[in-house]
């Protein structure tokens, strides 16, 4: 596989974890939680990101990455209701982001895509979307971690643990 894509199929499932996790340890009510009309809840998050996943990575080579059926506008409308449909939206986005990348293993990383009538090559349109995830994802990261406060685990390194961890680590890669 192409290194560049191997990285950055990495670094997706390294941020859809970090959002699966904040998912599951929120309760029900902080996933459609807005502090005010200017935040989106985490549900809204979902809806987003699958909207724009289901958009860029459909036919990616092939069509430009701003599909006419998409309504983005209406992502950022407060109608997703359950922890069930946050679920579906979430797998179903992201198990397309992987199948399109495992599928351009053998492509040229600096053929051109289209994305809203503007040439991108692949890697610049890869990164685009990988930076745009991870801003929602830390945004999703955020919320639960400002709800759940002193309950959060860390979904990293936790605070005044960097030289335990990295003496761990130190062990593991001398193994």
């Given at each position: 596989?192409?290194?560049?894509?191997?990285?950055?199929?990495?670094?997706?499932?390294r941020y859809r974890t970090l959002g699966q996790k904040t998912?599951?340890?929120?309760?029900?009510?902080?996933?459609?939680?807005?502090?005010?009309?200017e935040v989106n809840s985490i549900a809204m998050m979902?809806?987003?990101?699958?909207g724009n996943m289901m958009s860029r990575w459909t036919n990616?080579?092939?069509?430009?990455?701003e599909k006419?059926?998409?309504?983005?506008?209406?992502?950022?409308e407060d109608t997703v209701k359950s922890r069930a449909e946050i679920d579906k939206l979430w797998t179903e986005g992201w198990d397309l982001?992987?199948?399109?990348?495992?599928?351009?293993?053998?492509?040229?990383?600096?053929?051109?895509?289209?994305?809203?009538?503007?040439?991108?090559?692949?890697?610049?349109?890869i990164n685009r979307q990988l930076c745009h995830y991870a801003y929602h994802v830390g945004q999703m990261v955020l919320i639960g971690k400002t709800h759940l406060?002193?309950?959060w685990e860390s979904l990293s390194i936790p605070k005044g643990e960097s030289k335990r961890f990295n003496e761990e680590m130190k062990g593991k890669n001398k193994r």
């Open positions: 596989m192409n290194s560049y894509i191997y990285s950055a199929l990495k670094e997706f499932k998912i599951e340890r929120v309760p029900d009510e902080v996933l459609f939680h807005r502090p005010n009309q979902v809806k987003h990101l699958h990616f080579m092939t069509e430009d990455g006419s059926w998409r309504e983005r506008d209406g992502e950022f982001v992987f199948h399109t990348l495992e599928n351009l293993k053998n492509s040229n990383p600096e053929q051109k895509v289209i994305i809203r009538g503007e040439e991108h090559t692949v890697i610049e349109a406060d002193s309950r």
